[in-house]
T-cell receptor, first 108, second 111 residues
């Protein structure tokens, strides 16, 4: 069983929809990261969180440590949000363990 | 404001050839990492470094070597290229306990 499981694997949404991507994990962590990867592009860190909730623009990340679960929400989705969203765990030190990613396509 | 710079961006190698993927960062980060990304799979850690002169193996180190002679540079060496090493390679750096900054990646094909 993978330490990090993301769902869904693929997601297609209409512009303006509220989007949720989920991440479940099975190990103790020091922090959870959400990253974004555009097609053919590099990887950008969106959030790093160890408790509660963080918000940046239209993006919201939440984590429930007891349930070992995190969600990434996108409000008022836009075609430019189309990307792969990756959940990753910090267990000790700075090393990350990555999920396989969720491919998001937002149609106009 | 360069961040993490990787070269080359693309490369085709023949089986058995060797090459070095270059990575440099200008943020004075102590931590540096090399990952590979295969289609449909999460990134896998190849090697990492917590400071100049210190390196350690990650999850998939076989067939690769690294060195860290300076804070800025963390090259990844492939000695005898094999088709299984066809992948996209990402270098990243971070300060301790902070998010990682990634380079744009090197797309490597071995034929």
């Amino acid at each position: 069983k993978n330490e990090v499981e993301q769902s869904p694997q693929n997601l297609t949404a209409q512009e303006g929809e509220f989007i949720t991507i989920n991440c479940s994990y099975s190990v103790g962590i020091s922090a959870l990261h959400w990253l974004q990867q555009h097609p053919g592009g590099g990887i950008v860190s969106l959030f790093m969180l160890s408790s509660g909730k963080k918000k940046h623009g239209r993006l919201i990340a939440t984590i429930n440590i007891q349930e070992k679960h995190s969600s990434l929400h996108i409000t008022a989705s836009h075609p430019r949000d189309s990307a792969v969203y990756i959940c990753a765990l910090s267990q000790y030190g700075n090393k990350l363990v990555f999920g396989a990613g969720t491919i998001l396509r937002v149609k106009s | 404001n360069a961040g993490v710079t990787q070269t080359p961006k693309f490369r085709i190698l023949k089986i058995g050839q060797s090459m070095t993927l270059q990575c440099t960062q200008d943020m004075n980060h102590n931590y540096m990492y090399w990952y590979r990304q295969d289609p449909g799979m999460g990134l896998k850690l190849i090697y990492y470094s917590v400071g100049a002169g210190i390196t350690d193996k990650g999850e998939v180190p076989n067939g690769y070597n690294v060195s860290r002679s300076t804070t800025e540079d963390f090259p990844l060496r492939l000695e005898l290229a094999a088709p299984s090493q066809t992948s996209v390679y990402f270098c990243a750096s971070s300060a301790r306990g902070q998010p990682q900054h990634f380079g744009d990646g090197t797309r490597l094909s071995i034929l």
